[in-house]
């Protein structure tokens, strides 16, 4: 199993650099981590769905009330809602500000919600806007993903491909220093793409690539 350690230890060898025996208390093995956990947590999940981040569960709505929060147990920090629905009505169809607006401006008040927009985020949560505003309670089905957990510790395990987020890391170490870092890159985005063959797993949205 890969370790924040090891990992650090694998992009310190590809950069021709000593290998650091500890993350605490080491200034480069903590500037490797941060590329790490850019790699994983913001760069891979915008390129793809990855099911090892998929979380599902359910809310009820209140009649009258049109914002709901939408968390993940255990801590985790709830990146984006990919799809929502009412499995009598159908999916909940996500809006912009502009087009929510629009259809709060004509159409019924209160009913069915069809359409919903991110209204704000509350710390590791997200607070949505659902309208029409319901008129009772409607079981709502959510498929969410979470942003990948920071890695701080030599034994911190990650979710993601390993092999893909050591070559994120030395393409942001080669950046780093001001390096040509086309080859790290082409490495990266073919690492990504393998990532993308294997995410076929079957949900009820069913679709993988960002």
Sequence with gaps: MSTALGMVQRVQRLLRL????SIANDQHAQLILDFI???QRMLMP??????ALKV?????TTAGTSLYTISISNGREIDTV???RIAAAGQIEPLS????????SDGQIQGVPRYYRYYQRSRSSVIIEVFPVPDGVYVVEAETLF???LLVQDSDAPLLDADTIVAGAVMLARSEQGENMQVEMSVFQESLAADVGTLNESN??????V
């Design 147 to 149: 942003k990948p957990p």
């Design 18 to 21: 000593p290998p650091s025996s």
């Design 37 to 39: 956990n850019q790699v």
């Design 46 to 51: 915008k390129q793809a769905v990855y099911d």
């Design 56 to 60: 599902y569960g359910e809310f009820q």
């Design 97 to 104: 500000d502009e087009q929510f607006r629009g259809k709060k």
């Design 204 to 209: 009820w949205r069913d679709v993988e690539v």
């Design 82 to 84: 990919r799809a929502l």
